[in-house]
């Protein structure tokens, strides 16, 4: 009970005329293609030389940024150094003058004349309209213990 449907159908035979008129165009379609894949290839070599001399070139930059930044910072470095040098240099001057300034002060009997003048300032005393005085100085010229 084969179902004639269900049999494998065989391949039609091709004339052989019409296969030697088929080989005629893939023998120059293989050509075409192989002519196509060597210009292919040969861009891509181009491409890959390019890519060579251009990592080539850029790592050539940066090798020189990098050496021109190290010598920046180095430079900076240097004048960082100086500039705190002299920096503590003038604070040890202005420390020696300001030591002297109290010295001649103290030695004049005006010990911080500032700090003398801004407690000399009069306080106002809210809800009167005479101003309250006080000084440091007591009568007799000389600075009081506070």
Do not use: C
């Amino acid at each position: 009970m084969a179902n004639p449907e269900s049999t494998p159908s065989l391949p039609v035979a091709v004339p052989l005329s019409s296969k030697k008129e088929n080989v005629t165009p893939i023998s120059s379609k293989i050509a075409e293609l192989s002519e196509s894949r060597s210009e292919l290839l040969t861009r891509i070599q181009g491409l890959k030389q390019d890519l060579q001399n251009w990592r080539s070139k850029l790592d050539t930059q940066v090798k020189v940024y990098r050496d021109e930044l190290s010598e920046l910072k180095k430079s900076l470095n240097v004048e960082v150094d100086q500039l705190r040098s002299e920096f503590q240099e003038l604070r040890s001057t202005l420390q020696q003058q300001q030591e002297d300034v109290t010295a001649s002060l103290k030695n004049l009997g005006l010990q911080d004349v500032s700090g003398d003048a801004k407690e000399a300032e009069a306080p106002k005393v809210e809800g009167n309209d005479e101003e309250v005085h006080t000084s440091p100085v007591k009568d007799n010229g000389k600075e009081s213990e506070h």
